[in-house]
Each structure stands twice: as C-alpha cells, then as structure tokens.
C-alpha cells in the first residue's frame, strides 16, 4: 500500500471544479494574445476582442481535458524514458530561474556566471535522487534578452537527464526548439522522445499574457510537452482561503489546457503551479508555509481528478543561508509532495523565495528527496511470513547483523545517506572536525563535481549549439560567447 | 458633536471600517467643519495609527491596504470642498509609478504604491508593462516629482534604463528623482543606469522617496 495524503473530499473536488468552470464563463479569462483569441473564438467561445476576454464554455474545456494526454514521459539523451508524467509517480527537478547563487565562500548571494551554472547543472547530474535537470539559474555574464536560451545551452552541453526549462520571450522559444531539435537529431526525435518541457505561466487573476500564451501554443504546435505554472498568491491575487485559491487555479489551469488542445490535439501539457499563501506582514510570497503546501496538496488533487499529469513547486525555503528554517521547510514541502503523487517537484536548491539557488542546499535536498521517495515506497512485508521463520530460527539472540536477511534487505529498506547527513558518535563527528551540516554540504559538493563525467556528446554537435546560440546573442550585442568551462 | 467626529473619523480608519469613515467625514463636513482641519485631525491620525500598528506588527498587510483605501475615498469626498476653497492638501510629492515595458509583476509595485499614498504621496499607479513613453507624458502631465519604476525580470530591468533615457531625451530627467525596485534589482545596477536610488521593499520606497524629496 502506498502512504498517499487526501486534503479533498470529492464533493468538494466537484465543487471546486464546478466553480472554476463558472468562472471560466464569468467573468471568463482575459488573454492578450491573439492567436488564442482566434483559436477561441474559431472553436465557438464567446470572445470579446476589445477587452480581450474570453468565455469559455465547459464542452470545450471538457473535450480539451479529453484530448490532453494523462501520461507521457520525458527522455534523457540516451533516449531513455526516464520521467514519467502520469499517474502517481513523483520525480525531482530544481527550482528554475534563480537571480542569484549563494556564494559557497561568502554565504552571500550574488549573480551568476556561466561556471556556477555549468558546476550546478553537473552537480544535478550527479545527484541520483534528482530525476531531471531544470534551467535554474540566469547567468549574468551574457545579455539579459538571451538569459532564458543560454542556461538551456549551457546545460545541454553538460547533462543527460531530461531538462525543465522555459522561455523569458516570444523569440528565444524558437532559438530553444532549435537547441533541443538539434540535440534530440530532429524535429521528429524530439516529439517521439521529448528531453524537455517548458513552464509557462498564467497571471493571476484569470490572464494569459501574450508572452507565454504564445510559448505555450508554440509548444503544442511542435508537440512540445508544455507545464501549467499557475499561482494564486492566496489573500493578494487571488482568494484568501485555500479552497477559494484552488478554485482560481482550476480555472486558469483548465483555461491553458483549453488554449493548448486547440492550437494542437494530443499536445502534453501538465496540470502545476507554483502558488503561494501570501505573507500578510512582509508581502512576500512564502515557499515554506503551510498555507502554501495546503494549496500544492489541493489542486494536485483536482488535476489528478481530471486525469491529467501534476506538477508543483515544492521544497523551497524562503530562508536567506543553509539554517535550521532552510532544512525544515524544505522537509516539509517535499514530503508533501511526495506523499500527494505530485509527477515532478520542482524546487529543490532554491532558497529566498524563488530568487537564489545553493549548491549546498541542493545535495542537502537530495537527501530529503531521498526519504521522501523512502516514504512513499511504504512498508513492503519482502518476505512472507514476514519476520516468524527469521525469528524463530534466531529465538532470542541478537544477531541480525550476521543473517544473510539483513544483507538481503538493509539497503532496500534503509535510506543510507552520504555524508551530508551526520549520525555519528559524538567523539567520531569531533575527530571529524565537529562540521556543521553546511561544511558537510560543501565538502560533499565538491566530491561530486570532482567526480563528474562528462557526456558524449560529439565535438561537431557542440559546436552547432553555439553557433546556434551564438547567432541568437549577436542580435543583442554579444560578440562572443564566455568560454565553456572545461567538461 | 463636532468634537467627537474627528476622534470617530481616526477610530474609523483604525478600524478598517471604509464606510463609516466616509459617512463620518459627510458628517463632519454637513457640521461646518472645515476640510483641513477633517484632514488633519480626522484621517491623518488615523492613517498614522495604523502604520505604526503595522510597524509593531500588530497589524498586518490586508489592514494597512484596507484603511488607505478607506482613506482614499475620504479625500474624494473632501476634494470638491478643497477646490471651492482653493486650498490643497500639502502633499510629499507627486508620484508616477509602474512596473516597465515587458513586465507584468504587479503585486509589489501596488504595494509601494499603496505604503506611499497612505505616507502622504500623490500616487498615480500606470499599471504594469507600461511603456517609456508613457511615463514621459504622465509625468509631464502630473508635474511629478519622483518616479518608480518597478521591474522584476533580468530581462526588463533594461527597460529601466530606456525610461531613464527617455526622460533624458525629453528633457525633463532633472525635474524628477527616479526610483527603482524589484527581486532582481541592486543598487549597484540603479547607480549604473543613473537612477536617484533604490529600495528593497515597500517601506524603504517611502524612506527613500522622503529623503530624496525632503
Ligand atoms: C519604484 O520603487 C520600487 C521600490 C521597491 C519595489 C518596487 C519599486 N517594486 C518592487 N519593490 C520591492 O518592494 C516590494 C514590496 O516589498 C517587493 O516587490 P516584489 O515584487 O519583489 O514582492 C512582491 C510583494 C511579492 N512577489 C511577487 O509578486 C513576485 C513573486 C514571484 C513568484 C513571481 C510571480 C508571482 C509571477 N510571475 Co514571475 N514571479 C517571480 C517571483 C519570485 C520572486 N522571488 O520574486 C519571478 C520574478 N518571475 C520569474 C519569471 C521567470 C517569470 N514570471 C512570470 C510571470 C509571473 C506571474 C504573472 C505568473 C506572477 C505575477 C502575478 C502578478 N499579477 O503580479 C513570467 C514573466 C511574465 C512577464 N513578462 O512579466 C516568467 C518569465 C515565467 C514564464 N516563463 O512565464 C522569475 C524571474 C527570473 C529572472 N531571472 O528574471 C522569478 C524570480 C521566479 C523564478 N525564479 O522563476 C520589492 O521587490
């Protein structure tokens, strides 16, 4: 039996997805992009194109909810399938599109530069319990209008592991298809085995802003697999209790879909988002409160209802450095996750909101994630009868370190951490240098990205990515490309 | 029965009561008494409580937007009153505010805007994804003082710069101090683009926009 964790009754599912429908109608849903508009009102919503505001009736919603995939997978360079969207399987990625990295010297937060994004992207890869690597962070050292497809081509260079990323523009989209069609060998090879998928985001309340409607139905027309970000910041954009949050994101969800099926039948899009429970003293937007979780847990629900794959922003803390609020916040996030079969968590690494990610919160979060995925794998008998024969043959002797059992089982059933976790005597963690769980962290970052190896990919690729790239930077002014960093 | 509705006008803000806060300031008007003094010791002190409740951390963000919008509506009712007399309220400063070009973050550009009308600014909020130009003819259009400039993306903190550059091409760059904000945005980036200062949240705006202004 899998341990699983049910906020909803299913009249309040209904009742929620009943409202967000209503809403969907009136006042319906503002998109200032006019190709949704068109495809909109071609498919008989009633569309009002001076104000921009659609209504969409629930038979077109309930066909696109039809026609939506409720599971597909995502592949990593190798062509394997190793992220499945769908069901109640649970997969990590780091949170996305950090301003900031927090300096491993200086515990301070400062801008990024091509080496702590490529150190970031290798130290994902060697992580196992990282399912996928996301484009996590902007690097300052190139022109902020190519921000977005420069981490993707940074991180292709170094990765294997199927990637979420996403689009800061209308025209950087095509120059990331590009990127990730001439990676997968083709336009073809990437719709049969996707290695990425891109967030978009609705506004609150009920808007499509032109940008990522456009990059959402840009996705669905290349068969692009595209990921809801919806995020009711609960009591400032949207209703203040977590149900009234739900019901908003519903709405903008089931809008998205909607637009998507249209431009594209069959197109994989993901239920996600990444809401908050708005700070009433600070006005900030915390990753770490419950409230937050509560709305994760919730809608993770309805969409999983609906059939459709899930996703949701957790793990993160809103803490400033690696302390005790980092760690337990970042617990707790997961851990719901994990437990609500949400299909990919994203957030690990990323602290202060969503502005800053850490390499050392990041192998810290590995270990998290490594419980978290132990917990869910629940309580497995492994053998029947389950302990009679074992301990009879025993009677009352403490042996269990000796049974061919324990060496069968122990790492089944046991998360072993790395060294970032302490569970040593006393005396041992002293000779050890009595380290806090931040020096462990650094130590044990620094093992990883001594450990890394490089991918295969050929020389010739490498060098069509940045031309690719590079071409994609000299429209705003950028003469070279910084160097890659040695692989 | 003058003397106490002033005291009830402050009591009214401090309770977040909008509607009695407007029913009370048409009372006091309908008594004879005068604008001003409704203002100065009716609502201001009202306002006043409940930013430093706010400060105490008594209370909390819906309060303070609540009681500035009760505010707001308040004046509207004493506005005609002070125009018939000529007078005006000595504001700190005519503010235009907005989030640039190609961003839509609206939430903390609202939330200085909101902090700086209830601190005593006169706050016109353009919205979000607000171009240069626009900027440029509200300011010439209000005579502002100052002008914010919110941005939350590394790719639009760039458009700051085009606004700064297009007050500098009007010519009116030295009629007003420009302010920026938002997650990406450092002080560093605000002195090299040539803006007057920058602020890490809300509060710090009216700070700085006082001391800039003061
Ligand atoms: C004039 O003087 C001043 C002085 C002080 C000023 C000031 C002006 N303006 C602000 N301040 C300061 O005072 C305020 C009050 O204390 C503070 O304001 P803030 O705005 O910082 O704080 C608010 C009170 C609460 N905070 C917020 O409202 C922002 C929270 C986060 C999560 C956020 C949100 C909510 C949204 N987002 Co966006 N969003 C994020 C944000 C993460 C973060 N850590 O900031 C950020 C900024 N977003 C980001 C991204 C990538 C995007 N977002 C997008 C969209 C959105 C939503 C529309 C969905 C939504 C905004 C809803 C709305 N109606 O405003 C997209 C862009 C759309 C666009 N063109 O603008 C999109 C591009 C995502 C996509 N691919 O679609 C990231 C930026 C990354 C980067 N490197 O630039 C981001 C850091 C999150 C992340 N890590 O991915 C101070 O900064």
Not at chain 1, 381 to 407: F, N, S, V
Not at chain 2, 159 to 188: H, N, W, Y
Request: glycine share 8%.
């Amino acid at each position: 039996m899998r341990p699983c964790f049910k906020l909803l009754s299913d009249a309040l599912i209904d009742q929620i997805i009943a409202e967000g429908l209503g809403l969907l109608m009136d006042p319906g849903v503002r998109v200032h992009n006019a190709e949704a508009l068109e495809l909109l009102a071609a498919a008989g919503a009633p569309v009002d194109l001076d104000a921009q505001i659609a209504h969409i009736p629930e038979e077109l919603v309930r066909r696109a909810l039809e026609t939506a995939p409720s599971e597909f997978h995502l592949y990593d360079l190798d062509g394997e399938p190793v992220v499945h969207y769908g069901g109640d399987s649970v997969q990590f990625d780091p949170g996305s599109a950090a301003i900031t990295i927090l300096d491993s010297k200086t515990q301070q937060q400062r801008p990024a530069v091509t080496n702590d994004f490529v150190d970031f992207v290798k130290l994902v890869e060697t992580l196992p319990q990282l399912d996928a690597q996301s484009t996590a962070i902007i690097c300052s050292d190139v022109p902020e209008e190519v921000g977005d497809l420069y981490r993707l081509y940074l991180a292709l260079n170094y990765m294997r592991k199927p990637i979420v990323t996403g689009a800061f523009r209308k025209d950087t989209w095509w120059t990331m298809k590009e990127l990730l069609e001439t990676v997968a060998g083709g336009q073809q090879e990437l719709v049969a085995r996707p290695i990425a998928i891109f967030d978009v985001c609705p506004s609150p309340p009920l808007l499509w802003s032109d940008l990522t409607c456009q990059n959402m139905i840009d996705c669905a027309r290349h068969r692009i697999p595209s990921e809801l970000v919806s995020m009711p910041l609960a009591g400032a954009t949207a209703p203040v209790t977590v149900a009234g949050a739900v019901v908003q994101h519903t709405a903008e969800c089931m809008s998205g879909v909607t637009i998507c099926q249209l431009a594209q039948e069959g197109a994989p899009i993901v239920w996600g988002g990444s809401p908050a429970a708005f700070d009433m003293r600070e006005g900030t937007t915390p990753m770490g409160a419950v409230g937050t979780w509560l709305i994760d847990g919730a809608y993770t629900e309805v969409g999983k209802a609906l059939g459709m794959p899930t996703h949701a922003y957790l793990g993160m803390t809103d803490a400033k450095v690696v302390d005790a609020q980092c760690g337990l916040e970042s617990a707790g996030g997961t851990l719901i996750a994990a437990l609500a079969g949400v299909n990919m968590v994203s957030g690990a690494g990323m602290m202060d909101f969503e502005s800053c990610q850490s390499y050392e919160k990041l192998v810290i979060d590995a270990e998290i994630i490594g419980m978290a995925k132990r917990l869910i794998a629940g309580v497995d008998p492994r053998e029947d009868p389950i302990a009679l024969t074992l301990m009879r043959e025993l009677g009352h002797r403490a042996d269990y370190l000796a049974q061919p059992h324990t060496l069968r089982w122990f790492s089944h059933e046991q998360v072993l951490p790395s060294s970032v976790i302490d569970r040593k005597s006393l005396d041992g963690w002293k000779r050890q240098g009595a380290k806090t769980a931040w020096e462990r962290a650094g130590d044990r970052v620094r093992e990883l990205l001594a450990g890394y190896q490089p991918t295969s990919m050929s020389d010739d690729m490498r060098a069509e990515l940045r031309a690719i790239t590079q071409q994609a930077a000299q429209r705003f002014g950028l003469g070279e490309l910084p160097p890659l960093p040695e692989a | 029965m003058s003397n106490t509705l002033l005291p009830e006008i402050t009591d009214a803000l401090v309770a977040c009561d909008a509607a009695s806060a407007v029913a009370l300031t048409q009372q006091a008007l309908a008594s004879g008494l005068e604008p001003l003094t409704i203002i100065k010791q009716g609502l201001v002190p009202g306002i006043e409580q409940v930013g430093e409740r706010f400060q105490a951390g008594e209370y909390f963000l819906p309060q303070m937007v609540i009681a500035a919008k009760a505010m707001q509506q308040a004046m509207a009712v004493l506005e005609p009153e002070l125009q018939a007399r000529q007078q005006r309220v000595d504001s700190a400063g005519v503010v235009v505010i907005g989030t640039v070009k190609g961003d839509i973050h609206e939430i903390g550009k609202s939330l200085v805007a909101t902090m700086m009308s209830a601190s005593g600014f006169q706050v016109h909020d353009l919205g979000v994804d607000v171009p240069s130009q626009v900027f440029v003819h509200k300011v010439r259009e209000t005579n502002a003082d100052l002008v914010g400039l919110s941005a939350l993306l590394t790719t639009t903190m760039t458009a700051q710069r085009e606004v700064l550059r297009a007050l500098e091409e009007s010519g009116i760059r030295d009629r007003v101090r420009v302010i920026l904000g938002g997650a990406p945005v450092t002080p560093e980036w605000a002195d090299s683009i040539g803006a007057d200062g920058y602020a890490d949240d809300a509060v710090g705006a009216v700070q700085l926009s006082k001391r800039l202004l003061g």
